[in-house]
């Protein structure tokens, strides 16, 4: 990329702080898994016997597609571009009452709610942390022209 493109600032200069690129590989891991669980669900919908086949498809589809929320919020991030946060905080947001929901089950579902809560926390921990939000070069309230 040339610096027409990705204009540098003092805010975002210098090396990417770690806690940016560990919230990226995060919203990267969560958007893998929902692609992930995308196939699964439309693999399991041609070859094995689902009460409703339509609906299985429509939600394998629904899910990758989902996946590009987080998919390019972590690509952002990387790059270090200020827009790519949002994405990301929305992703952790969302996932927070699927995790409550897999909690909240019976069975096999409580490992994956606790994963995907614990993945939550630590993104969004990340992700609001000052350090990350100098790199994406994002001021807070009262602080535009500064």
């Known amino acids: 990329m040339s610096s027409e493109q990705t204009p540098t600032t003092a805010a975002t200069a210098g090396p ?3 806690r940016l690129t ?3 590989a995060l919203a990267a891991l969560e958007g893998l898994a929902l692609v992930a669980g ?3 669900m439309l693999v399991l919908a041609v070859t094995g016997d689902p009460d409703d086949r339509q609906q299985a498809v429509t939600g394998g589809i629904t899910l990758i ?4 929320l987080p ?3 972590a690509r952002g991030l990387l790059a270090r571009r200020s827009w790519s946060r949002g994405p990301a905080v929305v992703t952790q947001i969302m996932a927070l009452p699927v995790a409550y929901s897999l909690l909240t089950s019976d069975g096999s579902g409580i490992p994956v709610g606790i994963a995907l809560a614990a993945v939550a926390v ?3 921990v990340l992700l609001i942390n000052a350090e990350t939000t100098r790199a994406l070069g994002i001021r807070g309230p009262g602080r535009a022209g500064k």
């Open 71 to 73: 998919l390019l919020a």
């Open 65 to 68: 597609v989902l996946a590009l």
């Open 122 to 124: 630590a993104s969004l």
């Open 38 to 40: 995308g196939i699964w």
């Open 22 to 24: 560990y919230a990226a």
């Open 16 to 18: 990417r702080p770690r």
